[in-house]
T-cell receptor, first 110, second 116 residues
Framework: SQQGEEDPQALSIQEGENATMNCSYK?????LQWYRQNSGRGLVHLIL?????REKHSGRLRVTLDTSKKSSSLLITASRAADTASYFC??????????FGTGTRLTVIP | EAQVTQNPRYLITVTGKKLTVTCSQN?????MSWYRQDPGLGLRQIYY???????DKGDVPEGYKVSRKEKRNFPLILESPSPNQTSLYFC???????????????FGPGTRLTVL
């Protein structure tokens, strides 16, 4: 499978701490995206990083990409209880579609 | 409001009874897609459509059909549902698809299907 894999599968932190989750993938990509999913609901796009970029920021989000290691990380700084959700990476390794990882379940404890 | 809608949101049915899950988007997107989400397996793509009358298989197309007669609608059809199709289904759309697409995918709210 060309599916990405997130690590860890689950993460529990205190409010105010930083949360880091990682994504590994198997084939060359053009870009990588991160999505968020609140329990049982649709995914919401967070950020996209292109293969020629190494780091990207959006608000409290910081994404890095290491194409030599085929990995990406998502850092959420100063986490809030509202950040509790599942986070997925998605790669465009397919010809016309996205491949999603299995997700990291983040719990932020107030 | 720009959105992707799915109906029904919840469905319980029995094995073999044909069903259709509708998906509609109001953003004039060319690309639409169906995913299923199962615990421990993440999202897996069922079918996608690059444009009207253009559909193609994703990772797990067996047991499903789709059609794209209009740009805004992309229904998912289960001709003879089986219990292993019990899952959470998402429709998504983006402006364009294709290799190196940087388009954001917009997801519907999901349809929770149970096949008894």
């Amino acid at each position: 499978s060309q599916q990405g894999e997130e690590d860890p599968q689950a993460l529990s932190i205190q409010e105010g701490e930083n949360a880091t989750m990682n994504c590994s993938y198997k084939t060359s990509i053009n870009n990588l995206q991160w999505y968020r999913q609140n329990s049982g609901r649709g995914l919401v796009h967070l950020i996209l990083i292109r293969s020629n970029e190494r780091e990207k920021h959006s608000g409290r989000l910081r994404v890095t990409l290491d194409t030599s290691k085929k990995s990406s990380s998502l850092l959420i700084t100063a986490s809030r209880a509202a950040d509790t959700a599942s986070y997925f990476c998605a790669t465009d390794a397919g010809p016309n579609n996205l491949f999603f990882g299995t997700g990291t379940r983040l719990t932020v404890i107030p | 409001e720009a959105q992707v809608t799915q109906n029904p949101r919840y469905l319980i049915t029995v094995t073999g009874k044909k069903l259709t899950v509708t998906c509609s988007q109001n953003m004039n997107h060319e690309y639409m897609s169906w995913y299923r989400q199962d615990p421990g397996l993440g999202l897996r793509q069922i079918y996608y459509s690059m444009n009207v009358e253009v559909t193609d298989k994703g990772d797990v197309p067996e047991g499903y059909k789709v059609s794209r007669k209009e740009k805004r609608n992309f229904p998912l059809i289960l001709e003879s549902p089986s219990p292993n199709q019990t899952s959470l289904y998402f429709c998504a759309s983006s402006l364009f698809g294709g290799v190196a697409s940087t388009d954001t995918q917009y997801f519907g709210p999901g349809t929770r299907l149970t096949v008894l």
